[in-house]
Nanobody, 121 residues
């Protein structure tokens, strides 16, 4: 059965760190990434990593604070976020697809259920 399962969300104080993980099953994907959606806002791209070359992509809002990695043997992708800010509060979704470098949600065919990240000030 094809699915993406996220883990690692939670409550953290501003300046703290979190590591989000996404485990894929059922098939492999050319690209895996993370999007987030805050209340009342549209879903936005956070980061992505390609399977073959390991090329990484970041939104400007998290660049320098986030590191995405991928373990092809385990079919997982992880997002380490440091120096978290209250504006990082959102539901974070793991996504997978075939368009390398895409930052557009509808170009990702598969989605996890989401994990809540709350950053307190």
């Amino acid at each position: 059965q094809l699915q993406l399962v996220e883990s690692g969300g939670g409550l953290v104080q501003a300046g703290g760190s979190l590591r989000l993980s996404c485990a894929a099953s059922g098939r492999t994907f050319r690209i895996m990434g993370w999007f987030r959606q805050a209340p009342g806002k549209e879903r936005e791209f956070v980061s992505a990593v390609s399977r073959s070359s390991g090329t990484t992509f970041y939104a400007s809002s998290v660049k320098g604070r986030a590191t995405i990695s991928r373990d092809n043997a385990k079919n997982t992708a992880s997002l380490q976020m440091n120096n978290l800010k209250p504006e990082d509060t959102a539901v974070y979704y793991c996504a997978a697809g075939a368009v390398i470098g895409s930052r557009v949600a509808n170009e990702y065919a598969y989605w996890g259920q989401g994990t809540q990240v709350t950053v307190s000030s």
